[in-house]
């Protein structure tokens, strides 16, 4: 069975929309653990627009920094989605919390789940080198969330221009 898949891409990859319909292809309630937040008008517009386009039978839970407790709060059968890992990282960077520490507590909290989970965050590493310090640390961490989270998933799938891609398939 499985229980945990990670989806990739880039930005506007279609990585949200086939996360989504992994998750609507089982009975719901489904729970949809949205990480961004809305810190301009612009984002509050994405935001708004992302919620009206889901399908009935989500329950949004707002979670840009405490992800594992979130997780851990749902029933753990409950199908689940979190989109994206990518912005729950930078929340964390940017409060200069430890990136390890808060990794693996939700390595551990994704352990304990029964339920599909699906996960999706932005590969980042197919670009160019930042040209300052913050960026390619967050690259860096980025990609090292990326590797430990597809170690543990069971599907792996690679977004690209709308078209997925099974990286490991389990």
Known sequence: MTRLVLVLGGARSGKSGYAERLITATPDPWAYLATAEALDAEMAERITLHQAQRAAGWQTHDTPLALAGALDALPPEQPALVDCLTLWLTNH???????????????????????????????????????????????????????RLAQRADQVVFMVAGLPMMVKAG
């Open 93 to 147: 960077l940017l409060a200069n919390h430890d990136l390890e520490a808060e990794t693996a507590a939700l390595e551990a909290a994704l352990a304990r789940r029964s339920g599909l989970t699906v996960c999706v965050a932005n590969e980042v590493g197919l670009g160019i080198v930042p040209d300052n310090a913050l960026a390619r640390r967050f690259r860096d961490a980025a990609g090292r969330l990326n590797q």
